[in-house]
């Protein structure tokens, strides 16, 4: 198992795939502001989703800037999920690309 780096308009298109996102920046960041499919993963989180989730649906991981993620990525791959994505440029390009489509 093996992940893929996407772009942010990647990531977007695969709304329509129905596709799962975790978010694995800080809480505090999360909370300020994030995309709205995004479900917040950390150390606390990680178990329970881990049995929750979908592993056969697309899963996006979105850190601060693409770079995190792709270990997220890789180590949620080795998981069982069927195809893994880490989104590059992170929350920080795909904020600056759709700023309308941010939660907070």
């Known amino acids: 198992m093996n992940y893929q780096r996407i772009t942010p308009e990647q990531a977007a298109a695969l709304r329509e795939r129905n596709a799962q996102?975790?978010?694995?920046?800080?809480?505090?960041?999360?909370?300020a502001g994030?995309?709205?499919e995004c479900q917040h993963l950390d150390n606390t989180s990680l178990a329970r989703y881990l049995i929750e989730a979908d592993h056969d649906r697309p899963l996006i991981v979105v850190c601060y800037h693409g770079?995190?993620?792709q270990q997220a990525a890789a180590y949620l791959?080795?998981?069982?999920?069927d195809?893994?994505?880490?989104?590059?440029?992170?929350?920080?390009?795909?904020?600056s690309?759709?700023?309308?489509d941010v939660a907070r």
Request: a negative charge.
């Open 21 to 31: 996102w975790v978010d694995i920046r800080d809480e505090a960041s999360f909370a």
């Open 34 to 36: 994030h995309i709205p």
């Open 67 to 69: 770079n995190s993620s």
């Open 77 to 81: 791959a080795e998981q069982g999920f």
């Open 83 to 95: 195809e893994v994505y880490s989104l590059d440029g992170g929350f920080t390009l795909w904020q």
């Open 97 to 100: 690309l759709f700023p309308e």
